[in-house]
């Protein structure tokens, strides 16, 4: 089945008098359990196409499908349900809820979507130390590094299992050895969970572990690689 | 409910982010309800003894006259009952307080000067805590009985007469017949009111006594009536309005000191726009402080929005934030309030401006009240326009793009 679908995408910014094309009648299909490393020079579009899989950003023309459901012509309020239940974000920064203890950060999808506070508190502790940060669950964003933020952002994506996962550049805070661990967990979740992983980045090391490589120029695909991964 | 607790810690400990910034406006609204409180408990305080000391001389809650003696408060115009017949009427309906009595115009005269003056006959044992003379407090002695053959005259009056206790007066007026009905009687007390006016205005004599001179036998001008609350006297006014029948006049004490009536009214509105204004003043400070939470946090509330938090969850927060900081500054204010309002209840003493303060009927001694209307008034006032004044702040937050919330640059 498809996880994501986009059909004839086009999205025009204005910058100053200029008319800047970050998405060019662009369509792409990636199936359930696909992992997928969007790749471009900045300013190729990668971004703008990852911000509307999510929701996040309406193109100006085209459709965009989340597991068989059009997503470009929901509400605000429906396209946040949508992401509360079925994707999990890890934004490049200012991912953390700073007022929030690294638990908390984790806890906060859960906590909105429902799930009962020992659970939660449960899955929460489980997956910060997964992703290599037990004795810190109750710093709160100031009292960590960037990658640790990131990591609690990665955590706080994946703990409550979304069929999708976008990511835009998760390892650009991150030094190599905790870009590997980080690449490795998602490679985990992909294979054994089936989670779909999007993940825009020009990272040579994201690149490696994943299964298909999109090249994007100017908004539209020039490259498109199935891998093995690493 | 899941949802209201985790925006509730939000909005908390966004609260506490700013302490410098939350400390001020919460210091603002607790000075402000403060003052509001404060105010009002200053402003009722003089209106409740205005209109006590008025009731007091009027005296009383309800009265009952002939239907001409508003008009023309003279000797003819009496209640077409008997006193006894007023007696048996009045006295098994079981009123806090009721009494009968003359009350008719006359000129007191000196041995050095006269003037003009509401002379009262009254029963002095059944009085005693009606009128705004305290017995205890006069020089000399109040009267004793209702056949009591001495008057009882004001401080002032007795200085402007040149007389004093032991010293004898003549009090002249009209008999029914419109013939002049004169008596000398003997100073027996001078009495202290809380307005200089009354000292000036009344004099007291027996109701026996009253009723010999001017010649109008077992008849009374009016019957008054206390109820138990000033703001309230509609039972009392129906149970007389029950007890008399369609010869005499009965009348509230709004209705028969229009002056005081309204000042009751219109120092309820001043209250309420008191406190509106000074929250006016207030909202400028919290609707700053709201926004500047929101312009800090646009990144944040982009980054919630992106993580499934909806419009309505970020607008619900803010207003939970701004609730948050309301409900706290309130609890401050009203107890800054009762600490410094308690301590003066016993009364501010503002003789100095004594003069000023009775040119509007204001007694000297100012006894500050502090009314549960009046605070549960102000709370609920900051409250629904703190709230209504949140709404913009909270509902422009709720609005924003998440992506264009997320990338903002500072």
């Known amino acids: 089945m498809t996880a994501v679908r986009c059909v004839d995408l086009c999205k025009t910014y204005r910058q100053g008098d200029q008319d800047i094309k970050a998405l060019d009648h662009l369509s792409l299909e990636i199936g359930e359990g696909g992992f997928v490393c969007l790749s471009s020079p900045s300013g190729g579009g990668k971004t703008t196409l990852l911000n509307a899989i999510g929701g996040l950003d309406k193109p100006d023309q085209g459709e965009v499908y989340i597991a068989g459901q059009r997503i470009d012509n929901l509400s605000k309020g429906e396209l946040a349900e949508l992401r509360l239940r079925r994707i999990g974000f890890v934004f490049q920064a200012y991912n953390l809820i700073p007022v929030l203890t690294a638990r908390e950060n984790v806890e906060f999808v859960m906590q909105v979507q429902g799930v009962p506070a020992a659970d939660r508190g449960r899955k929460a502790l489980d997956i910060l130390a997964e992703v290599g940060l037990e004795g810190l669950e109750d710093r709160r964003p100031a009292e960590m590094s960037g990658g640790q933020q990131q990591r609690v952002a990665v955590a706080r994506a994946i703990v409550s299992r979304p069929a999708l996962v976008l990511a835009d550049e998760p390892t650009a805070n991150l030094d190599s050895k905790t870009s590997d661990g980080l690449m490795e967990l998602f490679t985990e979740l992909n294979e054994h969970h089936g989670t779909t992983f999007v993940i825009a980045s020009h990272d040579q090391r994201v690149m490696g572990y994943a299964k298909r490589i999109v090249r994007m120029l100017d908004g539209r695909i020039v490259d498109d690689i199935q891998q093995d991964a690493a | 409910m899941r949802r209201l607790r985790i925006l509730s810690k939000l909005a908390w400990r966004n609260l506490w982010r700013n302490h410098r910034r939350t400390a001020i406006m919460l210091g603002a609204i607790s000075v402000g309800v403060w003052a509001m409180i404060f105010m009002t408990a200053l402003t009722q305080g003089m209106v409740t003894e205005m209109i006590r000391d008025g009731i007091s001389a009027l005296p009383g809650h309800v009265q009952v006259h002939h239907p001409d003696y508003r008009d023309d408060p003279s000797i003819t115009n009496l209640i077409p009952m008997t006193d006894t017949e007023i007696a048996a009427t009045f006295g098994p309906a079981g009123f806090s307080a009721w009494s009968s009595r003359i009350k008719v115009p006359a000129v007191i005269t000196s041995e050095r000067d006269s003037r003009g003056v509401t002379l009262l006959g009254i029963d002095p044992v059944r009085e005693r805590d009606m009128i705004f003379v305290d017995y205890d407090e006069v020089e000399g002695r109040f009267l004793e009985s209702v056949d009591d053959r001495g008057v009882v005259i004001g401080h002032k009056l007795a200085d402007t007469l ?133 312009f800090e946090r646009v990144r944040e509330i982009g980054l919630m929005l992106a993580l499934g938090m909806k419009p309505g969850d970020i607008l619900g927060q803010i207003l939970i934030e701004s609730m948050l900081l309301l409900v706290i500054g309130l609890g401050i204010g009203n107890l800054l309030a009762w600490l410094t309002i308690k301590p003066l209840e016993g009364g501010i003493d503002l003789s100095i401006v004594a003069e000023g303060m009775e040119m509007f009927g204001a007694a000297s001694v100012l006894y500050p009240q502090l009314r549960l209307e009046d605070v549960v008034l102000a709370n609920v006032v900051v409250l629904i326009l703190g709230f209504l004044a949140s709404l913009s702040p909270a509902w422009r937050a709720s609005r924003y793009e998440p992506i264009e919330a997320i990338t903002k640059v500072d």
């Not at chain 2, 009536?225 to 007890?243: F, Q, S």
């Not at chain 2, 008191?274 to 207030?282: D, H, M």
Request: proline share 1%.
């Open chain 2, 162 to 294: 040149d007389t004093e206790v032991g010293k004898r007066i003549v009090l002249m007026s009209q008999d029914p017949d419109n013939d002049i009905a004169d008596r000398g009687f003997r100073v027996v007390g001078l009495f202290h009111a809380n307005v200089e006016a009354f000292e000036e205005t009344y004099v007291f004599a027996g109701k026996k006594t009253l009723q010999n001179m001017l010649r109008v036998g077992d008849r009374v001008t009016e019957v008054v009536v206390l109820g138990e609350d000033y703001r309230n006297v509609e039972d009392e006014y129906a149970a007389v309005l029950a007890l008399v029948d369609g010869g005499v006049e009965v009348r509230r004490w709004t209705e028969l000191d229009t002056y005081l009536g309204t000042m009751l009214k219109v120092m309820d509105g001043f209250v309420l726009v008191w406190v509106i204004v000074i929250f006016l003043a207030l909202s400028f400070g919290l609707v700053n402080t709201l926004v500047m939470a929101v």
